[in-house]
């Protein structure tokens, strides 16, 4: 298996088990201490890290002398809370379980943005790493699809402490892998001849580049949306006299994004700022329509729509952070765009249960006028931007940390 093959292997087993913890986590609870509640609690610790631990491993990440080691130990680590939390829930006092979610949470952007940083540094720039954007974007997807189902199938066969261990499995085989990959013929992230770049370098990137700052705006808006679809899917279902078919639809959608991923993703004759105009406004325009469908099977085919144009907008942002992130805080602008989406999602989920007595369509029309909001305003943060002469983005660790201007480097 080549570098790229075993980047792969690594990248879905780590989304496998990251995908699978919200549900193994709540089932597990509920099993133990009869509270979901609970479980809700350990889940929030587990994400909220994300945000803050970003640019904290993206330093990291760019400063590693020996990369290998950072990737395979942060993994390690990663799994190691995950196993430790399927024997500590529900047993040990909440404060250590609650600690052990921080810990592991705060290993979360490495399997996120992290690992996609590394693509840049497995293959050459043009069609063949575009492309390979594309496979990157069909583990998330993958993993969205599978975990959630393995996670429940294994609960009912056995409980969800088996649940729980096999995404620790799957943790350690992504820890494995990743010790194998070929990290010394690869920079990404890394300039080892150029002065460091520091722990504000990767945000005054986002803010500064234009293509970083639109894309990394819009898509925040946009999952402040996504991260409510989850709980309005079941609102939804069970306003059209079919409760527990939230699951159908959220089946359907993420089965949408994989096949978009696969497919509309890996169109690299479209710029990658186009196609994620085109995504965000086709699931826009998709959940708008299921906002008004009279049954859950016109629902769903609507939700399979909205997810493959949702699936290649995660191609084009892994192009965009990487064809425009100054090579010496591409980790970071990676760690720092992930969290910021896992944040915006929280919120989204946070939003909605204080709204979970408006009615279900309106809900869902709301995620669908922030997804076109969202496309209206990469539209228009990008506006005047262009697309970078070749090997402008490989620029050294210096140049992140001040970008001539507040304009892009590759236009005005």
């Not at 087993?13 to 133990?32: D, I, K």
């Not at 690869?186 to 990137?205: E, I, V």
């Amino acid at each position: 298996m080549g570098g790229f093959g075993r980047y792969l292997a690594a990248a879905l087993a780590a989304r496998f088990a990251s995908e699978g913890m919200g549900m193994a986590v709540v089932l597990l609870a509920l099993e133990r201490t009869g509270s979901a509640a609970h479980g809700a609690f350990v889940l929030t610790a587990w994400l909220a890290p994300h945000v803050l631990a970003a640019p904290l491993a993206g330093a990291a990440a760019a400063r590693a002398r020996r990369p290998r080691l950072f990737y395979a130990g942060a993994l390690a680590g990663f799994t190691a809370a995950v196993a430790a939390l399927s024997l500590l829930l529900g047993r040990a006092p909440v404060p250590v379980v609650l600690a052990v979610a921080l810990l592991g949470g705060s290993c979360g952007p490495v399997v996120t943005g992290g690992l996609s940083s590394l693509v840049a540094g497995l293959l050459p720039a043009g069609p063949a790493r575009d492309r390979a954007y594309g496979w990157d974007a069909s583990t998330y997807n993958a993993a969205s699809v599978t975990a959630p189902a393995a996670v429940g199938l294994v609960g009912a066969a056995a409980s969800a402490g088996p649940a729980m261990a096999v995404l620790a499995v799957s943790a350690a085989l992504a820890a494995l892998l990743a010790a194998s990959l070929p990290y010394e013929d690869q920079g990404a992230g890394r300039s080892p001849d150029g002065p460091r770049a520091g722990l504000g370098a990767g945000l005054t990137a986002l803010w500064r580049v234009r293509e970083l700052r639109a894309i990394t705006s819009a898509t925040t808006l946009a999952f402040v949306g996504i991260g409510s679809l989850t709980t309005t899917s079941v609102l939804l279902a069970a306003g059209l006299d079919r409760p527990g078919a939230g699951g159908v639809l959220m089946t359907a959608f993420a089965v949408g994004a994989l096949a978009g991923s696969l497919t509309l993703g890996r169109m690299t004759g479209v710029a990658p700022g186009r196609l994620a105009r085109w995504g965000m406004a086709g699931t826009g325009a998709a959940l708008g329509v299921a906002a008004f469908t009279p049954s859950v099977a016109l629902t769903a085919v609507a939700f399979a729509v909205a997810g493959v144009c949702d699936g290649p907008l995660l191609t084009a942002t892994l192009r965009i952070r990487s064809e425009h992130a100054p090579a010496g805080v591409r980790a970071q602008v990676f760690t720092l765009g992930a969290g910021l989406k896992v944040t915006a999602a929280s919120a989204g989920a946070a939003l909605v249960g204080l709204a979970a007595a408006a009615p279900p369509w309106t809900l869902l029309l709301g995620i669908a006028v922030l997804q076109l909001a969202a496309g209206a305003l990469h539209a228009l943060v990008s506006a005047g931007a262009g697309v970078p002469p070749e090997g402008a983005t490989e620029r050294s660790a210096g140049s992140a940390t001040a970008p001539a201007g507040p304009r892009s480097p590759a236009g005005p």
